[in-house]
């Protein structure tokens, strides 16, 4: 069956719909990153534009220029250090224990502080991102530090994890807060926390895409439905 990309633009909607139900006025929402994440923006504006009285704390600079253009009122960590609602995508989201990994949109590090300062963490996908368990589907992103990250990519080669640097036309890609990516390719996932745990401890790693015990909810949009998992 192929599935064409208005079929899964209608998926990740769906999604994104429900998941904005949960938003309710006073609330301090975190705003995810990525195509998902941008359609649960559009809808929290929709109801912004009619009295919702939230403010949203963005996990990226593009999230915040979206939200700013559509009118959703944004706060930071010095005026509110919770969050009572964080909606975000992710890439692979794991059936039994909602681990994720995250950051093909290289948003991970903003992502991750904002998802671990959250009351509660809702995931919205498309079904093609559900998985039995996290693995080879997508690379793992790692935020490393551009200041030798070729020592950085070196250790990551001997924990096993078949680093390439992530490149935007040529030059290295930088994250919004001016570090590299290292795209690592893993087997089957076995231990989330364990392997989390291994490239945190390397020197030059900023943080790992490995979401472990952050997500609550997971919302997965099917064909005609959506399919709401929680942890
Ligand atoms: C951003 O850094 C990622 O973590 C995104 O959450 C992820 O790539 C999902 O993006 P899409 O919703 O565009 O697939």
């Known amino acids: 069956v192929t599935v064409s990309g208005s079929d899964r633009e209608a998926m990740k909607r769906r999604a994104a719909i429900r998941a904005v139900a949960e938003v309710e006025s006073g609330m301090v929402v975190g705003l995810g990153t990525g195509t998902t994440a941008a359609l649960a923006v559009?809808?929290?504006a929709e109801r912004v534009a009619q009295g919702l009285k939230i403010r949203g704390i963005p996990t990226s600079e593009a999230t915040a220029a979206q939200a700013r253009r559509l009118g959703v009122p944004l706060t930071d960590f010095s005026a509110h250090a919770r969050i009572d609602l964080t909606?975000?995508?992710a890439d692979q989201v794991e059936r039994g224990t909602l681990n994720l990994v995250k950051g093909l949109g290289g948003a991970l590090l903003r992502e991750k502080i904002v998802a671990?300062?959250?009351?509660?963490?809702?995931v919205i996908a498309d079904d093609s991102k559900l998985v039995d368990r996290l693995g080879a589907q997508t690379p793992l992103p790692v935020e490393i530090t551009p200041f030798g990250y070729p020592v950085t990519l070196a250790r990551l080669e001997e924990i096993g994890a078949a680093p390439r640097l992530r490149r935007a036309g040529g030059a290295p890609f930088t994250t919004d807060g001016g570090n590299y990516i290292a795209d690592c390719a893993f087997a089957a996932v076995a231990d989330a926390g364990a392997l989390e745990a291994r490239?945190?401890?390397?020197?030059?790693?900023?943080e790992s895409g490995l979401f472990v015990g952050l997500a609550d909810t997971a919302i997965i949009g099917h064909a005609e439905q959506e399919e709401i998992i929680e942890r």
């Open 42 to 44: 559009e809808c929290l």
């Open 87 to 89: 909606i975000d995508g």
């Open 116 to 122: 671990s300062a959250s009351a509660r963490m809702i």
């Open 199 to 206: 490239l945190a401890a390397i020197i030059g790693v900023v």
